[in-house]
């Protein structure tokens, strides 16, 4: 997430509002970049839940007995 958002800072700084408006390509970069900020806390939450599930703390385990 830290480096979307630096990457963004590093794509806009310097531009003004219409030099940002006339700028097609930085204005896809960053909204490609917000879009992985919005969508990283359902992946981390995804992850999260999948590392606690007990089936996969289970997993390449010995079934107990």
């Given at each position: 997430m830290v480096e979307a958002i630096?990457?963004?800072e590093e794509y806009v700084k310097n531009m003004d509002r219409h030099s940002w408006s006339?700028?097609?390509k930085t204005i896809d970069a960053?909204?490609?970049n917000l879009e992985g900020l919005r969508d990283s806390p359902q992946s981390m939450?995804?992850?999260l839940c999948l590392a606690?599930?007990?089936s996969h703390s289970r997993a390449g385990r010995s079934?107990?007995?």
């Open positions: 630096d990457l963004i006339q700028d097609r960053v909204i490609r939450r995804r992850s606690l599930s007990p079934p107990r007995t």
